[in-house]
């Protein structure tokens, strides 16, 4: 069973920026969909970027042209750079692997809290 590990979350001011980190316990890029997904208090979770294995991506249009999601194969490691931020982005984000096997890992979870 992979392992996923976020880091970087925290308390930024509207217009700040953070980046997120996603170490993965074992190489996945290539056989699975990686994304970031966030989940604010009373809403269901939604998908905030994901990249497929061929190295598309994608990103929903309330973080398009503010958030930027990228990879390190060599160490693994999935990040979202995210800048300009508003007070709607304030959420519990999630990193996730959905692969080719149908095997599903999530992250455990990292608070971001983006103040007026």
């Known amino acids: 069973q992979v392992q996923l590990v976020e880091s970087g979350g925290g308390s930024v001011q509207a217009g700040g920026s953070l980046k997120l980190s996603c170490a993965a316990s074992r190489y996945l890029f290539s056989r699975c969909r990686m994304g970031w997904y966030r989940q604010a208090p009373g809403k269901e979770r939604e998908s905030v970027s994901t990249i497929n294995g061929d190295g598309t991506t994608s990103y929903s249009d309330s973080v398009k042209g503010r958030f930027t999601l990228s990879q390190d194969n060599a160490k693994n490691t999935l990040y979202l750079q995210m800048n300009s931020l508003k007070t709607d982005d304030t959420a519990v984000y999630y990193c996730?692997?959905?692969?080719?096997?149908?095997?599903?890992?999530w992250g455990q979870g990292t608070q971001i809290t983006v103040s007026s």
């Open positions: 996730a692997s959905h692969c080719m096997t149908g095997a599903v890992a």
